[in-house]
C-alpha cells in the first residue's frame, strides 16, 4: 500500500479537529476491501446512467463521468492507480480517483447512495463472481475423483464402518460418494446464488432516497435478478455472506473427510494409495519419508473455514437494524474463505487424480475381517432361514474360522457342513439360490448388491454416468452457459 498523504474523508463537513491516529487505525478497511474496487466501478457506472436518467447528469456530464470511471478502472488494474493509508475504504479510495479525473463533476455521483447499499452491493457482486470461479474449481476436483472412480468401478476394497472392515465394496463406489458430497455443494452454492442476485443499490444509507432513482433499472445492469424491496433490510441483510460461509464451512469439512482418507489410504498400514511425488512432501530428517502434506492442509484448513463462518455469525448476533460499522467485519472472514478454498481445491484435485491405487494390496484385503459373514446370512435368509437364527449361524463360523486360523473365502463345503446344517449346499428351496461357496468371494458379494444405489460395479457405471452428466451442467454454470 502506498504512503499517504492528506487524508481523503467523506464524511469531513461537520468536524472541527481531524480524528485521532487511534481512530483512523481502527476504523481503516481499504487494505482488505481494496479487492471489491471492480466490482465497486460497475456499480458506480450503473449509478451515473440512473443520475442521468433521473435529470441528475447532464449527457456529457454522465459521458466524462463513464470515461473517467473507464479510465479509473484501467489505472486500478495497471496499479498505476493504488489506495493509500490515507484512504478510509475503498469507495474512498476510487473517489479521490475519480475527482482527481474530474474535479467538481466527481463529486456528483455520491447523490443518492451510501456506502452503505455500496458496500453491500460490491460484496455481493464479489461473491457472486467468486462463487462460479468456485464451482470450477470443484467441478475439477469431481472430474478427478469421477476419473479415478471410472478405473476401479470393480476393484473391490474393504468398506468400513467404524474403521473397521465390514463388506466389500467398489473402490469406485466409495470415491464416488465424495463426489456427491461435492455435487451437493455445488448444488448448495446455486441455490444460495439464486437467494444473493438481490440488488441493495438505490437504499442508501438507509432510507431510500429522495432522488428519483430507479434501483429496479439497476439491479438488472448489475446482473441481479431485483432490487432489494425494503431499504432498511438491504443495507442490514448480511445473510448472503453467512450462509456463503455455510457452503464455505461445509465444503471444508467434505474435504476434510476426503483428506483424512487420503492420509489413511497413504499410510504404510492401509497401503492402498501412492501418492505422486508432485503432491507429496518429504522429511528434512528422515529420508525414506513421503508424507500426505496436501490431504493434511485439506483436513486442516477446515478449521479456519469453520472459523470464519462463526467469525461472522457471532458478529452478526445481536445487532441492531439498520447498518452498524460491525458490519465491517464481514468481508475479511468471507475473502479468507474464497482464498482459502481456492488455494486448496486445485491442490486435492492434482493429489486424486495423480495418485496409484494399489489395486492387488485392496483386492487382496477385501474380504479380511470376515467381511463376507453378511453375504453367508443373506444367503441361508434366501434359504427361507430367519436372519435371527443365519445371524447366530455365521456368528459361529466365524469363531470357528478363528480357532482354526481360516477365513471365510477359504472355506471348503465339509467345513461348512460341520458347523450347521443350514449350509449344506443342497439345500435349496429354490432354483436360483446359489450355494454357500458361490456368495463366499468377493466379486459374487459386489455384484449381487445390484439394486439402486449399491455397490455393484454396473450400478457403479450408472452413477459415474449419471455423476457426469450433472457435472457438466455445473461446469456450464460456472462458465455463465
Ligand atoms: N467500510 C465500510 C464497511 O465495510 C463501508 C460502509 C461505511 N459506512 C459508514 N456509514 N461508515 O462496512
Request: glycine share 8%.
Amino acid at each position: 500500500m502506498a504512503e499517504g498523504g492528506k487524508p481523503m474523508r467523506l464524511w469531513g463537513g461537520r468536524f472541527e479537529g481531524g480524528p485521532a491516529d487511534a481512530l483512523t487505525r481502527l476504523s481503516v478497511s481499504v487494505q482488505f476491501d481494496w479487492r471489491l474496487a471492480p466490482y465497486d466501478l460497475l456499480a458506480s457506472r450503473a449509478h451515473a446512467r440512473v443520475l442521468h436518467r433521473a435529470g441528475l447528469l447532464s449527457e456529457s456530464e454522465l459521458e466524462r463521468m463513464l470515461a473517467a470511471l473507464d479510465d479509473l478502472e484501467g489505472a486500478c488494474r495497471s496499479g498505476e492507480f493504488r489506495p493509500t493509508v490515507a484512504d478510509e475504504d475503498v469507495h474512498t479510495a476510487l473517489e479521490r480517483g475519480l475527482l482527481e479525473r474530474l474535479g467538481a463533476l466527481g463529486g456528483k455521483l455520491r447523490a443518492g447512495r451510501s456506502r452503505n447499499d455500496q458496500v453491500a452491493t460490491d460484496l455481493r457482486l464479489y461473491l457472486r463472481d467468486n462463487v462460479r470461479y468456485l464451482v470450477s474449481r470443484l467441478v475439477e476436483l469431481e472430474t478427478a475423483l469421477i476419473g479415478q472412480a471410472e478405473e476401479h468401478a470393480a476393484t473391490a476394497a474393504p468398506g468400513m464402518t467404524h474403521l473397521q472392515h465390514a463388506q466389500p465394496v467398489s473402490f469406485g463406489h466409495q470415491l464416488l460418494a465424495h463426489v456427491h458430497a461435492i455435487a451437493r455443494d455445488v448444488d448448495r452454492l446455486r441455490d444460495w446464488d439464486r437467494r444473493a442476485a438481490v440488488s441493495p443499490l438505490g437504499a442508501g444509507a438507509l432510507a431510500g432516497s429522495s432522488l428519483p432513482l430507479d434501483p429496479q433499472a439497476v439491479a438488472q445492469e448489475l446482473g441481479f435478478d431485483s432490487a432489494a424491496p425494503n431499504s432498511m433490510d438491504a443495507v442490514a441483510d448480511r445473510d448472503f455472506a453467512a450462509e456463503f460461509l455455510f457452503c464455505a464451512a461445509l465444503i471444508g469439512v467434505h474435504l476434510s473427510r476426503l483428506g483424512e482418507e487420503i492420509v489413511l489410504w497413504a499410510s504404510q498400514e492401509f497401503r492402498w494409495i501412492e501418492m505422486d511425488d508432485a503432491y507429496s512432501t518429504g522429511s528434512s530428517i528422515m529420508p525414506q519419508k513421503k508424507n500426505p502434506d496436501v490431504a493434511e492442509l485439506a483436513r486442516g484448513k477446515s478449521g479456519r473455514l469453520i472459523g470464519d463462518l462463526t467469525a461472522l455469525l457471532t458478529t452478526l448476533k445481536g445487532l441492531p437494524l439498520t447498518y452498524n460499522r460491525d458490519l465491517q467485519e464481514d468481508k475479511e472472514p468471507v475473502f479468507d474463505a474464497v482464498d482459502t478454498l481456492l488455494l486448496v481445491l486445485p491442490a486435492v484435485s492434482g493429489l486424486v487424480s495423480t495418485m496409484r491405487v494399489n489395486t492387488a494390496r485392496l483386492e487382496a484385503s477385501a474380504p479380511d475381517g470376515f467381511a463376507l459373514a453378511t453375504d453367508l446370512a443373506e444367503l441361508l435368509v434366501r434359504k427361507g432361514v430367519p436372519f435371527r437364527d443365519a445371524h447366530e449361524a455365521v456368528g459361529h463360523l466365524v469363531v470357528w474360522c478363528q480357532v482354526n486360523d481360516t477365513t471365510l473365502d477359504r472355506l471348503t463345503e465339509e467345513d461348512l457342513a460341520k458347523i450347521s446344517p443350514h449350509f449344506a449346499a443342497g439345500e435349496k428351496d429354490g432354483g436360483d439360490v446359489p450355494g454357500p461357496l458361490e456368495v463366499l468371494n468377493v466379486q459374487g458379494a459386489l455384484a449381487a448388491r445390484k439394486a439402486y444405489g449399491g455397490t455393484a460395479p454396473d450400478r457403479v457405471r450408472d452413477q459415474i454416468t449419471a455423476l457426469r452428466e450433472i457435472v457438466d451442467g455445473q461446469a456450464a454454470w460456472a462458465s455463465g452457459s
